[in-house]
T-cell receptor, first 110, second 115 residues
Framework: SQQGEEDPQALSIQEGENATMNCSYK?????LQWYRQNSGRGLVHLIL?????REKHSGRLRVTLDTSKKSSSLLITASRAADTASYFC??????????FGEGTQLTVNP | ETGVTQSPTHLIKTRGQQVTLRCSSQ?????VSWYQQALGQGPQFIFQ???????GRGNFPPRFSGLQFPNYSSELNVNALELDDSALYLC??????????????FGEGSRLTVL
């Protein structure tokens, strides 16, 4: 079963705009990760935020985590056409697995 | 590139057949996880292998089985294929075992179509 739910399911923006994707989850977690997937290919790790962290930055990416609301957001600033992909949040609730959400399909128009 | 390689990249099977998918993990990584991703959905955890032993399993029937070899490469075997097994099968390697998962390094996947 999917623990995470991404919102929106699809997002279309113009180059240069910011893109925000949200993720909600159900159980306590150790960390939350964001991955990117280009058109049916492998997933690429973007960023990991631990349960005791509230915000993290990596280049044009900003991730926030609110454990009281069981939610996270991924902000991509100054988007580029090359950012077009599916973005997934994945939660680590202990054990050996990551539980992925359904993903947000981001389209950045040139 | 992650250094994780999977083969074959695409294959077509018929219902009832068996399939073996292969994965070579990134150098130095001793843990391999397998995920199934149906079209338009997120990846679903199948199982994980750590030092040649199964270390956690998702909600998949026993006809999904795996192996990890001393060089940490891995196989996923699926018997008695069903139409719903059509999906992208992703292998991911990582380092270490513990209560907390770190970053996973994914291969490009094997696209299985069952007719």
């Amino acid at each position: 079963s999917q623990q995470g739910e991404e919102d929106p399911q699809a997002l279309s923006i113009q180059e240069g705009e910011n893109a925000t994707m949200n993720c909600s989850y159900k159980t306590s977690i150790n960390n939350l990760q964001w991955y990117r997937q280009n058109s049916g290919r492998g997933l690429v790790h973007l960023i990991l935020i631990r349960s005791n962290e509230r915000e993290k930055h990596s280049g044009r990416l900003r991730v926030t985590l609110d454990t009281s609301k069981k939610s996270s957001s991924l902000l991509i600033t100054a988007s580029r056409a090359a950012d077009t992909a599916s973005y997934f949040c994945a939660t680590d609730a202990g054990g050996s697995r990551l539980t992925f959400g359904e993903g947000t399909q981001l389209t950045v128009n040139p | 590139e992650t250094g994780v390689t999977q083969s074959p990249t695409h294959l077509i099977k018929t219902r009832g057949q068996q399939v073996t998918l292969r994965c070579s993990s990134q150098s130095g990584h001793n843990t391999v996880s397998w995920y199934q991703q149906a079209l338009g959905q997120g990846p679903q955890f199948i199982f994980q292998y750590y030092r040649e032993e199964e270390n956690g399993r998702g909600n998949f029937p026993p006809r999904f089985s795996g192996l990890q070899f001393p060089n940490y490469s891995s196989e996923l075997n699926v018997n008695a294929l069903e139409l719903d097994d059509s999906a992208l099968y992703l292998c991911a390697s990582s380092l270490g075992q513990g209560a907390t998962s770190g970053e996973l390094f994914f291969g490009e996947g094997s696209r299985l179509t069952v007719l």
